[in-house]
């Protein structure tokens, strides 16, 4: 019988899983899940050795039905294997409930040096090429020796793994394929942490990504000296419902730790040791280690992921370029940060998908993609790209990805507001000027909320289109579908009285003004919506390295390029094509100074005014490249 105190741990850990995380881990509750889960599991607590003698807590699921073999789905988390007690079960188990039903080992594990496992926590730990003795560990050897020891030690396995994971326990499943043990046979990283400086959670293109990170990293930061059930506090100390207000009142970069993380938040301290694209960050992305990848692989990714849309396209597009010999699949479809565990997923905010794309991914895909590599069912047949077509809202599939019969096009600024694929030839005008105070930023969304939500991936865009220091481009009506499926670059020419600026550019569907009101959120008025499709910000001193920043010259035009990640989008005949362009998304994204300094380091005198010029004259033509499609 374990004491009140345990008690109180074990429901603390349980706490942890539905604050931080949380479907990064586990689908929804479902009652009748947690019922059929107690009745046809076994649970086993085991703390398992490593290479070098650090024993890592893992929890293993056993089917109760022995009368046959099973293999074992191995999952890797930093946000607490949980609940902790043999009597205390999950309420649901694996990637969906559909995988408990169907029959599986299922094997959970703290990653080294959080919650009760031992051993050091290293965020995104780097991978060791050439390991020299037993002390040379990372996160592929860790699974590996776990990998081993499960295959050796749980009675009535198969002898076949398969890892999965979402979000940082997507960064470990990628792990796991790295000098990949002969028994993993499949793995699918969903929405995988995969470089934090490029494009996932931490920052995009260099620009830091404040909101998500100061929140997430006051817990997930702070210091665990001994192995617990439980996670450090969550920050709470806003004083305000609204985080403009809060992170506006927070001033430069450096009071955060001044006020609040008072030394001790390590990760945090990493951060703002590394405003460049130093050794530090390079060595944690597992991108340049995707070689000789054994077990068959599914990528997974939501276009409306808010935290990591880059790290599925970049894994992918990894393992895909040094030609696997194993199978290599990508499945995008129209969701946010790992909703896609549950739900049926017919919309999101004002916008509907007109099909149930949930419950179509975890039978049709993801449980077929498993159980052929893992219990020798049929193949499924999988394309290599199953992606989702946002605005006709179809399942697309494809021999590649991006589709090579995509042809790449550009959508060119004019003056006048005006967007069109044809280049600009001679504008009475050769550009577009607009003063960005970082005293007055431009709100990343018109909600007055204090946690940054998901809602901003695909929110209506007006709100940002009547400031002054937003430029707005748009197409006339457009008379035809436009498909755009593939890469976005953005392609600035622009100049500006300070040093350093960012840039933020949005790809928005503009409905007509007669759209039908068929939002899923009573009383929506949907004529003349400004759906968000994309947007993606650049700190322009990266614009020629992101190792070796570079000060904007005053006045000076200026190519400033970015990778805007990937999308897939109709734009259906009837509506328009828009773009922003605009220079702060805050609280998204801290505050660029506008002069040249560490950001990290700033202080308020930094932070000017200054006026940016956005061109679009013959030679030096703003423009958003895109990859079109012939609609169907």
Not at 109 to 136: C, H, L, W
Not at 446 to 456: E, H, T, V
Request: aromatic residues 14%.
């Amino acid at each position: 019988m374990k004491s009140l105190a345990t008690k109180t741990y074990i429901l603390s850990a349980a706490v942890s899983m539905l604050s931080f995380g949380t479907l990064a881990q586990k689908p929804a509750q479902n009652p009748d899940d947690a019922i059929y889960i107690t009745a046809h599991y076994t649970k086993i607590e085991k703390l398992v050795p490593m290479r070098d003698g650090v024993k890592l807590f893992t929890i293993i699921y056993v089917p109760k039905d022995k009368t046959k073999k099973y293999p074992i789905l191995y999952n890797r988390t930093p946000y607490s294997a949980g609940p902790y007690g043999a009597e205390f079960y999950k309420t649901s188990l694996g990637p969906s409930i559909v995988f408990a039903k169907d029959g599986y080992i299922f094997v959970y594990q703290d990653v080294r040096g959080r919650y009760m496992s031992e051993g050091e926590f290293v965020a995104t730990r780097p991978y060791i090429p050439n390991k020299k003795g037993k002390t040379a560990v990372d996160e592929s050897s860790d699974s590996y020796d776990t990998i081993d020891w499960l295959v050796k030690n749980v009675e009535g396995n198969n002898g076949k793994v398969g890892t999965w994971g979402i979000s940082a326990p997507g960064f470990y499943t990628t792990m796991t394929t790295i000098d990949a043990h002969p028994a993993l046979k499949a793995a699918s990283p969903q929405a995988p942490v995969t470089d934090w400086f490029m494009g996932d959670d931490r920052h995009h293109n260099g620009a830091f990504f404040l909101m998500g990170t100061f929140s997430f990293l006051a817990y997930y930061g702070a210091p665990r000296p001994e192995p617990t059930p439980n996670h450090a506090d969550r920050f709470t100390a806003y004083g305000t419902p609204d985080a403009y207000e809060f992170y506006k009142n927070l001033g430069p970069l450096k009071n955060a730790d001044e006020r609040y993380f008072k030394g001790k938040n390590l990760i945090w301290n990493e951060m703002m040791d590394n405003e460049n694209y130093s050794e530090f960050w390079k060595s944690r992305t597992p991108v340049p280690h995707l070689k000789n990848i054994k077990p068959a692989v599914m990528t997974v990714g939501g276009w409306f992921d808010q935290e990591d849309l880059y790290g599925p396209l970049k894994t992918f597009a990894g393992i895909e370029k040094n030609k696997p010999a194993a199978p290599n699949y990508l499945v995008m479809g129209p969701w946010t940060h790992g909703s896609w565990t549950t739900g049926n997923n017919e919309s999101l905010g004002n916008v509907r998908f007109h099909s149930e794309t949930g419950p179509y991914y975890r039978e049709q895909i993801e449980l077929a993609f498993f159980n052929h590599y893992l219990k020798g069912t049929a193949n499924p047949e999988l394309p290599k790209a199953t992606i989702f077509e946002t605005g006709s809202n179809q399942w697309k599939k494809y021999a590649a990805w991006p589709p090579p019969e995509a042809k790449e096009e550009r959508l060119y600024f004019h003056a006048g507001g005006k967007l069109s694929f044809e280049a600009p030839a001679k504008d009475t005008k050769e550009y577009d000027e607009f003063i960005s105070d970082p005293q007055n930023p431009v709100p990343y969304t018109n909600a007055i909320r204090i946690d940054r939500g998901s809602d901003y991936m695909y929110e209506d865009q007006r709100f940002a289109a009547s400031r002054p220091d937003v430029l707005v481009y748009q197409t006339p009506i457009l008379e035809n579908d436009v498909v755009i499926s593939g890469h976005l670059l953005a392609d600035l020419f622009v100049s500006t009285t300070g040093t350093d600026a960012d840039f933020v550019v949005k790809l928005i569907d503009v409905y007509p003004g007669d759209a039908p009101d068929d939002s899923p959120v009573a009383g929506t008025k949907m004529g003349g919506f400004q759906q968000l499709v994309r947007g993606e910000v650049m700190r322009s001193k990266f614009r020629n390295s992101f190792s070796e920043p570079e000060a904007m010259v005053p006045g000076a035009v200026t190519e400033v390029k970015f990778d805007m990640q990937d999308a897939a989008h109709c734009f259906k005949k009837g509506h328009k094509i828009m773009v922003q362009v605009q220079s702060s998304w805050f609280p998204l994204v801290d505050r660029n100074p506008q002069t040249f300094v560490n950001i990290y380091k700033a202080t308020e005198a930094d932070f000017q005014k200054a006026t940016h010029r956005v061109y679009f004259k013959n030679g030096q033509a703003s423009s958003l490249k895109v990859s079109v499609l012939k609609a169907d």
